[in-house]
């Protein structure tokens, strides 16, 4: 499990306010989420955003030094940042944070006090890799405010995924709810994307599960990935004009975390390793080699040489590998990684922010 300094919480004496939110691995069912399908996820230790509030006299949010430079040695170290970096720090994140926040609160009547604040941020969790770098941060941000104005107990956990989704649409990012539920619940969680059951509520059904039940798995990455965040857009538009081949694979994505699920309650791990490897191929089918990358390709070429089987993440960047036949299989992995220049660690899983959620855990109580 994690160190506490990785999830450590609260206020300190000077009434500095820090939350912090973690990376993010869809273990199966990925991305289903966003075609009311069914998801089973684990928030990410080793990976976090932090973000802290400070009571000031006029409101202020801070660019971060590295993620949001507005100063550059020369032309070409300015290029050079874009193209490792990309155009876009967490200072807009921020920005649209505080905004739909306001909006949440003037539409369900939630008074606020007139206090001023000073919002800064931080994260070491790699970028463009598929592990949702992006919701940590408005994750983050978002405790942070609900803590400052003493609102928590107005804004139900259940609703707080959609609110930090919203914050990222505002700023044009395209997603489903998955990666902002795990990472407002933590531990492991099962959703469930009822079509229904979301047009009526917002929501989906959340119900987080004993993270123990989990085997040891391993986060694969590249210090250098491909952008993941064109991948959903071709597919999306034939989802939606009812393309009968792309909605009959993405209903079997979303059936693999419904078995999972049913797997890890089973201790079932070779059921597991083997879903998992069925949920890349099942990506593969749907969108492409071209839409996935050949980095991200690689890296799962790379796991199933030694016999690991492995999917995405997300949409890519990053690998979720799973090693059945033990310690001598793991050194393999990690022997191989190292030969294709690859980064691999051990997936530490945060531990779950929700105690109980009675509802949901009968159902998952009698699978048992």
Known sequence: MADEQYYNL???????????AHARVGLLGNPSDA????????????FWASVSLQPSSSLVIKP?????????????????RVQDEGYYGGLRLLLSTCKMFLNYCDNHNITLHTGNFTLSYDTNIPRQAGLSGSSAIVCAALNCLLEFYDVGHLVKVENRPRLILTAEEDIGITAGLQDRVVQVYGGLVYMDFDEDYLERTGNGKYTPMDPQLLPQL????????????????????????????????????????????DALLKHDYLRLAELMNHNFDLRRKIFGDEALGKLNIKMIEVARSVGAAGKFTGSGGAVVAFCPQGSSQVKLLEDACKAAGFTIQQALVAPSFVESCEDSLEGIMSVQ
């Open 218 to 261: 391993h986060i694969i990455y590249a210090e250098n990935p491909s952008d993941s965040g064109k991948v959903h857009s071709t597919v999306r538009k034939k989802w939606l004009e009812g393309d009968k081949l792309i909605r009959s694979l993405m209903a079997e994505v979303a059936d693999l975390a419904v078995q999972g699920r």
């Open 64 to 80: 971060h030094p590295r993620h949001d430079p507005m100063q550059f040695d020369s032309l070409e170290d300015l290029v050079k």
């Open 35 to 46: 075609y009311y399908g069914h998801t089973l996820s684990f928030s990410l230790a080793n």
């Open 10 to 20: 609260g206020t300190d004496r000077n009434g500095c306010i820090r939350h912090c």
